[in-house]
């Protein structure tokens, strides 16, 4: 059974613009993790996570994982 995670909710605008803006490249749940990983990663390293920064830093994973699988096929 897949891991289940829970975004805080402040980043649920986040999660939603990003689902709305990877449809058809990555589905809910991976957006969801990446967001995860991008806040824990900007606490690591800042001490803080924004929505702007997580945001960000979300959709710059996103996009080098849309990359890494459209150069797969």
Not at 23 to 36: E, F, I
Request: glycine share 4%.
């Amino acid at each position: 059974m897949p891991e289940k995670t829970t975004t805080p909710r402040d980043l649920s605008p986040v999660v939603d613009r990003l689902n709305s803006e990877f449809t058809g490249v990555h589905d809910a749940a991976t957006v969801t993790r990446c967001v995860d990983a991008a806040r824990q990663g900007a606490l690591d390293v800042t001490g803080r996570a924004t929505p702007e920064l997580v945001e960000r830093i979300a959709r710059q994973h996103l996009q080098v994982l849309a990359l890494a699988f459209s150069e797969r096929r």
